[in-house]
């Protein structure tokens, strides 16, 4: 593991039961760097993240944080390592009976044990870090999906995280919103300094966003690229260069 390797997936083969859904996965991410994760549907990106978060335990390999592997870690180490990252879902996941404010503030009292008013305040620091101020007592159902992403980030920056994971953060969105999506992460990286993975298959923020990137192929269970994204463009693999030239080859 090179010295400025922050996360490294090693030899990661992941599945569910007997379902092998890609195996051999090894890959680092340098410090503040934006990792983006690609492939066609269904190849198992998604999966991976919840590998690298913690959220489904891997058949074989493992995910090291510094040198630490997570999955050798017992239960304690492991909770102690998900605080040093946040996590976007796809769809936001915002509780639907908190207004904004509660929502961001939820971690703050549960796992940093700030009492409410404190994280109230940090809660609306956060908020309007994301371009949200004046929007703290509204509700999910109150506000634009654009928004409610935003709210999301929020929420994922709360605890201050080394790290922060996106699973598909431009879902659902119109184009220009995906760009001030892509150019809110991007001054996220610039003022907090934060190392970023990126699941998505949006060609605009792949290329925007990614310093590297890796493909996943689902017919080949295995990764069949990492590199830059201008790099891939030309790679030997021809599914690689169709999926980032939409198949214009």
């Known amino acids: ?25 090894r890959f680092t991410v340098s410090r503040g760097e934006v990792f983006v994760i690609m492939g066609d549907s269904g190849c198992g990106k998604s999966t991976l993240m919840r590998h690298m978060v913690g ?18 870690a017992d239960e304690e180490r492991r909770e102690a390592l998900k605080r040093r990252f946040g996590v976007l879902y796809q769809y936001a996941a915002l509780f639907s009976s908190m207004t904004l404010e509660e929502n961001v503030s939820l971690p703050l009292v549960e796992h940093a044990g700030l009492a409410a008013a404190a994280a109230r305040e940090v809660a609306r620091l956060k908020l309007a870090l994301v371009g949200l101020a004046g929007f703290e007592q509204h509700y999910p159902s109150e506000i ?13 920056m709360a605890l201050d995280p080394e790290i922060l994971y996106f699973d598909e953060p431009s879902a659902g969105l119109d184009p220009l919103t995906s760009r001030r999506l892509d150019d809110l992460v991007l001054e996220v990286r610039a003022s907090l300094g934060t190392t970023i993975v990126l699941v998505t298959h949006e060609l605009p923020s792949i290329f925007e966003l990614g310093d590297h990137a890796v493909f996943l192929d689902a017919e080949k269970k295995t990764m069949t690229a990492l590199g830059t994204p201008d790099e891939l463009k030309e790679s030997p693999d021809p599914k690689v260069r169709a999926f980032l030239s939409r198949g214009r080859l």
């Open 144 to 156: 634009s999906g654009g928004m409610k992403k935003r709210a999301g980030l929020a929420r994922a």
């Open 1 to 25: 593991m090179s010295e400025s390797a922050q996360i490294e997936v090693r030899d990661l083969t992941m599945g569910y039961g007997e379902l092998v859904v890609q195996e051999g996965i």
């Open 55 to 72: 959220l489904h335990s891997p058949m074989a390999g493992d995910v090291y944080y510094d040198g630490e592997g997570y999955w050798e």
